[in-house]
T-cell receptor, first 115, second 113 residues
Framework: NAGVTQTPKFQVLKTGQSMTLQCAQD?????MSWYRQDPGMGLRLIHY???????DQGEVPNGYNVSRSTTEDFPLRLLSAAPSQTSVYFC??????????????FGSGTQLSVL | GENVEQHPSTLSVQEGDSAVIKCTYS??????FPWYKQELGKGPQLIID?????GEKKDQRIAVTLNKTAKHFSLHITETQPEDSAVYFC????????????FGKGTKLSVKP
């Protein structure tokens, strides 16, 4: 059972480039989310999805797009990378947002550097 | 929306001592408070959680306490071991956003042998 799989593990971009961070889960979880982790800032929610075809913004959504065409996949797109988007990105999933189902399973992260 | 404050940002203890990490939250409607442990180079993992209808929960050497009136909760680790060294995050449910978890800024715990 793979859990939550993120690719790539490392990425270096130039300012203005675009790219997609991939996230896939094999647990049939309804809820998926993206967080970014910066030193001294903890984990901040970028976007989330409560099911296929449904997405919404989190705390820091600017500069990022998401889509959820299947239950398994939840890619994060950087439209025009900026140095401020240098961070470690984590994808996380859970069964749902209902009581008793809040436990988040995290992927191993993508370390992104924007030069 | 929910705001979670976590203290201290760093904590160093001797092996065998206890460690305590404290968090406060702002949304009185929050009813779920998990703690995550992040080891170097890995994603966070849930270690213990507590709901608002419970005041304390224990799991071997770790325990969490919740004071709803004061809106704060704490993680207690007893008999610390070097493998407890990690970054610990507290979190609370944001009642106004379909139940998303809002995290504190983390505590880096170092256990010295």
């Amino acid at each position: 059972n793979a859990g939550v799989t993120q690719t790539p593990k490392f990425q270096v971009l130039k300012t203005g480039q675009s790219m997609t961070l991939q996230c896939a889960q094999d647990m049939n979880h309804e809820y998926m989310s993206w967080y970014r982790q910066d030193p001294g800032m903890g984990l901040r929610l970028i976007h989330y999805s409560v099911g296929a075809g449904i997405t919404d913004q989190g705390e820091v959504p600017n500069g990022y797009n998401v889509s959820r065409s299947t239950t398994e996949d939840f890619p994060l797109r950087l439209l025009s990378a900026a140095p401020s988007q240098t961070s470690v990105y984590f994808c996380a999933s859970s069964w749902s947002r209902g009581q008793g189902n809040e436990k988040l399973f995290f992927g191993s992260g993508t370390q992104l550097s924007v030069l | 929306g929910e705001n979670v404050e976590q203290h201290p940002s760093t904590l160093s203890v001797q092996e065998g001592d206890s460690a305590v990490i404290k968090c406060t939250y702002s949304d009185s409607a929050s009813n779920y408070f998990p703690w995550y442990k992040q080891e170097l180079g890995k994603g966070p993992q849930l270690i213990i959680d507590i709901r608002s209808n419970v005041g304390e929960k224990k799991d071997q050497r770790i325990a969490v306490t919740l004071n709803k009136t004061a809106k704060h909760f704490s993680l207690h680790i007893t008999e610390t071991q070097p493998e407890d060294s990690a970054v610990y995050f507290c979190a609370a449910i944001d009642g106004g956003s379909q139940g998303n978890l809002i995290f504190g800024k983390g505590t880096k715990l170092s256990v010295k042998p």
